[in-house]
Structure formats: structure tokens, C-alpha cells
């Protein structure tokens, strides 16, 4: 049986993995969010350095490459942030695959490759604070 806090970090998990709805003035909600993968600010214990792990589906994953430099933004401090990371790895095989909601093309399982972006260390910067990507400003 799972606990209570297990619940609340499953719920948290999947709220993260999806991106989130952005509503944004004159554009389509759904469309906004698939354009925006959010993750959470890590940091290594050996190094210090941070780094942020982000779900990209199969559909975007050609966008991404080893030592590819991309800018993470931090939404949410009170001064919005965007640091220029460096793509460190992209997973060769899906992490796991989800069952999209239905939409025009019907219901399908969407694969979700894992990459990781390091992120230089900065003094406004914490371990949990939410990174966002924006796969439309992404550029080979």
C-alpha cells in the first residue's frame, strides 16, 4: 500500500514530467505546454555542479545533442533567470513511454527520452528550484 507522501510524490512526478499547462494570450494552451519541458534543479555531490534531467518525447528528441549548448530559464525567482547550459547526455533508448490524451489523431503511447543539461552554478540558483527549456527556441 502506498503512503500518503508516496501519493503526493507520484502526483508531483507526473504534474512535472508534463510540462504543465502554460495559458498564453492568443495561443493554444496545449500546443504552449509541449513547446516548454520543465525540470528540477539537481546538483552533483561529487562536484557541486548542477544539472537539470528533462523528459523529451521521441517526436523532439533529434533536436539534442552531446555538448549542445541550450538555454535553461528559472521562472519563477522573483528576478527570472536564464543560464546557458550544455547538453551532457541524451538517452540512447525511451526511459518510459506514456498514453497521451486523445486527440486529433487518437490515443498513442509517447516514448520519453532523458537528457541532462548542466547548468553553471550561481548564487541566486538552489537544488529544487524549477528549470524550464523551450523546445521552440531551440536551434542545431
Known sequence: MISKWGL????????????????????????????????????????????????????????FHADQKINVH??????PL????????VAPSPQFANLRMTRERGQADLSMYLIRISVPTSKELLPGMTAEVQLDQITD
Open 8 to 63: 503526493y510524490s507520484i502526483i508531483m512526478l507526473i504534474i512535472i514530467l508534463a510540462g504543465g499547462l502554460l495559458i498564453a494570450k492568443g495561443t493554444d494552451a496545449v500546443s504552449q505546454a509541449e513547446n516548454n519541458k520543465q525540470g528540477i534543479l539537481n546538483t552533483s555531490q561529487d562536484t557541486a555542479a548542477f544539472y537539470v534531467d528533462l523528459y523529451i518525447p521521441e517526436s523532439q528528441i533529434e533536436q
Open 74 to 79: 528559472f521562472p519563477y525567482l522573483q528576478q
Open 82 to 89: 536564464i543560464k546557458e547550459g550544455v547538453v551532457t547526455s
